[in-house]
């Protein structure tokens, strides 16, 4: 009977471990910036992956797998920089603004209250970024997720424009238009 028990909980213990590790990451807070990395010859440059749920290292001359968005920094015609934006490598449009708030608690407040996608009308580039607003994002792939701007930094950097985003988001990978988060 001892026997027993025990082969009852290590098996449990070993299919709830696995279920953990195979379990999409849906939600979050990260921070994305624009500072290009050396790798051998080339350049990389960070973007968001809702599908992974995570920053990546993304090289146009070796990468095969493409993130959803890039931050980046936006500058004037004298090279001043004048703050951020997302970009895709969708060829679609993918963007959506969908709220702009004066305080961080009623923009937080609209994230969590938003479970709708209810636009159809998208946009290239989410461009400007800003602290508090709230925005939609369509995928490659016809999935939604959805993004807060928590703070938003765009300097020179190095010499060099630098664009850093940090933000909540969340992510629904079955493709609906309803999180369920």
């Known amino acids: 009977m001892r026997k027993t028990v025990n082969l009852v909980l290590l098996l449990t213990v070993l299919f709830s471990s ?12 990260d921070t994305l910036n624009s500072e290009k990395v050396l790798e051998g010859s080339t ?22 797998n493409i993130p959803d968005i890039f931050a980046l920094p936006s500058s004037d015609a004298q090279g001043n920089v004048t703050g951020a934006y997302f970009d895709s490598q ?14 961080s608690d009623a923009a937080l ?26 925005w939609v994002f369509k995928t490659r792939n016809e999935k ?12 020179l950097k190095d010499t060099e424009p630098f664009a850093e985003v940090t933000f909540k988001w969340v992510y629904q990978p079955d493709g609906s238009k309803t999180f369920t988060e």
């Open 43 to 64: 350049y990389s440059i960070p973007g968001f992956s809702f599908e992974s749920g995570s920053v990546v290292l993304y090289n146009p001359a070796t990468s095969q």
């Open 90 to 103: 969708n060829i679609n449009k993918s963007f959506a603004l969908v709220g702009e708030f004066s305080t």
């Open 18 to 29: 696995c279920d953990k590790k195979n379990k999409i990451k849906t939600s979050g807070e």
């Open 109 to 134: 407040n609209f994230f969590n209250d938003y479970k709708q996608v209810d636009v159809n009308s998208f946009i290239f580039l989410a461009k400007p970024v800003l602290k508090n607003q709230v």
């Open 144 to 155: 939604y997720a959805k993004i807060l701007i928590l703070d938003v930094q765009a300097y």
